[in-house]
């Protein structure tokens, strides 16, 4: 069965501190997607990134970083020096090979003080 | 270009009331999913169209929720009758399907989502 579980229910952080995100999945798929989604207050989920199964290279993009561990079927989210703008509810998420289902977790509720 | 909206933004109805909850996914989207969230747990998938195809529906609930895709534009979700246990956000979520020059990364674009609020 597929499953996606965020332990983290929710984390506060000082601005400027580095804070990760944790995000363990389970598939019996080879082929997969792994994603994160931010929710701001406005509601609507964001899409910040996707990684296939097959590409275990970790992603930098600005202060955001991913480390994606097929041993340990997890799919960690850095932000680096973390700002009052990075609060939110951060989604993991995973997807068959297809995009017909998409799995999420309960999401971890970041809270940034200035 | 406008993004997915949904309609209303929040709905209060009483035990055994009927609700419909309404999806404009971007203009183009070919797939359109409904997910639901309740009470702070993980958001789950309902059901997927492709167009005005029920692709997968296995995440309905029960047969009190009825999803259509008239057209293959705009979806609507019906709850009738509601029950206390249906209360949680609705979330709406369009994507491209691959055809022609466009290519379905698996990106959902989603809308702010239904509260529905069941007494």
């Known amino acids: 069965a597929q499953k996606v579980t965020q332990a983290q229910t929710e984390i506060s952080v000082v601005e400027k501190e580095d804070v990760t995100l944790d995000c363990v999945y389970e598939?019996?798929?080879?082929?997969?997607?792994l994603f994160w989604y931010k929710q701001p207050p406005s509601g609507e989920l964001v899409f910040l990134i996707r990684r296939n199964s097959f590409d275990e290279q970790n992603e930098i993009s600005g202060r955001y970083s991913w480390n994606f561990q097929k041993s340990t079927s997890s799919f960690n989210f850095t932000i680096t020096a973390s700002q009052v703008v990075d609060s939110a509810v951060y989604f993991c998420?995973?997807?068959?090979?297809?995009?017909?289902?998409?799995?999420f977790g309960s999401g971890t509720k970041l809270n940034v003080k200035p | 270009e406008a993004g997915v909206t949904q309609f209303p933004s929040h709905s209060v109805i009483e035990k055994g009331q009927t609700v419909t909850l309404r999806c404009d996914p971007i203009s183009g989207h070919d797939n359109l999913y409904w997910y639901r969230r309740v009470m702070g747990k993980e958001i789950k998938f309902l059901l997927h169209?492709?167009?005005?195809?029920?692709?997968?529906e296995s995440g309905m609930p029960n047969n009190r929720f009825l999803a259509e895709r008239t057209g293959g534009t705009y979806s609507t979700l019906k709850v009738q009758p509601a029950e206390l246990e249906d209360s949680g956000v609705y979330f709406c979520?369009?994507?491209?399907?691959?055809?022609?020059?466009?290519?379905?990364?698996?990106?959902?674009?989603f809308g702010e989502g239904s509260r529905l609020t069941v007494l």
């Open positions: 598939t019996r798929d080879t082929t997969y997607y």
């Open positions: 998420a995973l997807s068959e090979a297809n995009f017909n289902k998409f799995y």
């Open positions: 169209f492709v167009k005005e195809s029920k692709q997968d």
């Open positions: 979520a369009s994507s491209e399907e691959t055809r022609g020059l466009a290519v379905n990364t698996g990106e959902l674009f």
